[in-house]
């Protein structure tokens, strides 16, 4: 497989009040197509920092992140902007949908934005209209986004994350606000849309979460300080020792 992410010695820096705050220090890993990958770490750890800059939604300060072969920091904006419209998709827990549209507009909008999406209006209607049916949310569709429950809302998310047919998909604690059966329920959706092809690569606090990976990343201030491999998850019966497993390589980690 080759791969569709390759992140050589990243470094972010922010600067605040003249001081200097190394959040990721020479950060190095590859994702291949098709991987479901999970980044741990303590709070504060740089997770969130990191995904935002291999996902060209902030610029890095150096080192290189090449997106299916592409250098991003050899992007301008507006083609980042193209690219994250046309090939990534985001699913964040600030969730960023537009409050003066409905929960299917905010789902469609994306695909309206895009100059290489080319299908029809009437096509991109319906594939929005099917996402929503097999996310068990098509009777929201005419809700604003406040008249809905926190699991509906993320799950409007990721249909508006899929609406382009992305190459990969970066979710930043997509389950953090959920219930146990709500976040079991929207975890099977994303692992449902990787075993489709769909690469991941999801920032979770959550061993259960942790466990539908094929790989998992720890970060300790700024640094990727274990990496563990899981098969890829395909039965729920190996559920329980996968997060077993899981659970003691974390606490060898530290966690
Ligand atoms: N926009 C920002 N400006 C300044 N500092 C930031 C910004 N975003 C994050 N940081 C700092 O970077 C560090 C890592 O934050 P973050 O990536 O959010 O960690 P995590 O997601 O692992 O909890 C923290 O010290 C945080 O204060
Ligand atoms: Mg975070």
């Given at each position: 497989m080759s791969n569709i992410l390759e992140v050589k010695d990243l470094c972010k820096t922010y600067i605040i009040n003249k001081r200097q705050n190394?959040?990721?220090?020479?950060v190095s890993f590859s994702i291949s197509e098709g991987e479901m990958v999970a980044i741990m770490g303590p709070?504060?750890?740089g997770k969130s920092t990191l995904l935002y800059n291999v996902s060209g939604m902030d610029s890095f300060t150096a080192g290189s992140v090449r997106f299916c072969g592409n250098e991003?920091?050899?992007?301008t904006e507006s083609e980042l902007s193209d690219l994250r419209l046309d090939k990534m998709g985001f699913i964040f827990?600030?969730?960023?949908?537009?409050?003066?549209?409905t929960i299917f507009d905010n789902i469609l909008l994306p695909s309206l934005q895009s100059k290489s999406n080319t299908k029809s209006r009437k096509e991109k209607v319906e594939y929005a209209q099917s996402l929503m049916r097999r996310l068990g949310?098509?009777?929201?569709?005419?809700?604003?986004?406040?008249?809905?429950?926190g699991g509906q809302l993320q799950r409007a998310c990721i249909c508006r994350s899929m609406i382009n047919s992305p190459k990969m998909i970066f979710a930043d604690?997509?389950?953090?606000?959920?219930n146990r059966t709500t976040s079991d329920e929207v975890m099977d959706e994303l692992a449902k849309l990787n075993a489709d092809g769909t690469t991941i690569m999801l920032v979770t606090h959550d061993v259960k979460v942790a466990a539908k990976c094929s790989r998992v990343m720890f970060l300790v201030d700024g640094n990727i300080s274990g990496e563990y491999n899981l098969e890829k998850w395909n039965a729920d019966s190996q559920l329980r020792d996968r997060e077993r497993t899981l659970s003691n390589w974390l606490m060898e980690m530290g966690w």
């Open positions: 190394n959040v990721l220090k020479n709070s504060g750890s991003l920091s050899g992007f827990q600030q969730m960023y949908m537009l409050k003066n549209l949310i098509i009777d929201i569709a005419d809700n604003d986004i406040n008249e809905v429950s604690e997509p389950t953090g606000a959920l």
